[in-house]
């Protein structure tokens, strides 16, 4: 399986996330990476939207619901949020989307910082493997892959890798 090219898909994701924007009247939103890939995605989308609006970050270890089984990983950094979270219209931003689990923790840690007017999901890849009921408004490209597979990210030059478990 071939993976797409990160940089097109930021581009294809700029465009959309334009007029999911502008179809939804929302002229100032605020934009929030989660850590570490979302972050990268971020970064590249918001060069690509040419925005110089703060970026937001989040790292939602502390909020996963499986904290208490994997414990806390050796890299946790706190979470920074330049701006208000209360009455505003939030961008979230991934890299890729699996189970939902982790939108879940970032949704959980958002409102904990107040109650957003509304939040646009965009993410670079969704894995269509879906637990939740959650799925982005943007995205850059659905992919399937085998039970075994994963896809690995790394940046901040956006890099994709897909990566076979079973080996």
Known sequence: MSLP??????????????????????SE??????????????Q?????????EPLGTLDVSFYRDDF???GLH?????????????????????DVLMSGRTIRAALNEL???GRPASVTLVCLLDLD????????????????????????????ELALELQ???L
């Open 44 to 52: 590249a989308l918001l060069k690509e939207l040419g925005s110089e």
């Open 68 to 70: 208490s089984q994997n």
């Open 5 to 26: 090219n990160p940089a097109e898909l930021i581009s294809q994701m700029a465009t959309r996330l334009k007029a999911h924007l502008e179809h939804r009247g929302i």
């Open 111 to 113: 409102f904990d910082y």
């Open 129 to 156: 493997a879906g637990e939740l009921p959650i799925r982005p408004n943007v995205v850059g490209a659905t992919l399937s892959l085998a039970a075994h597979e994963r896809v690995k990210l790394s940046g901040p």
């Open 29 to 42: 939103p605020r934009y929030i990476g989660i850590r570490t890939g979302g972050v990268w995605v971020a």
């Open 164 to 166: 076979d478990l079973a």
């Open 74 to 94: 050796p890299q946790v950094r706190p979470s920074a949020l330049p701006f208000e979270i209360e009455g505003q219209h939030l961008v979230l931003i991934d």
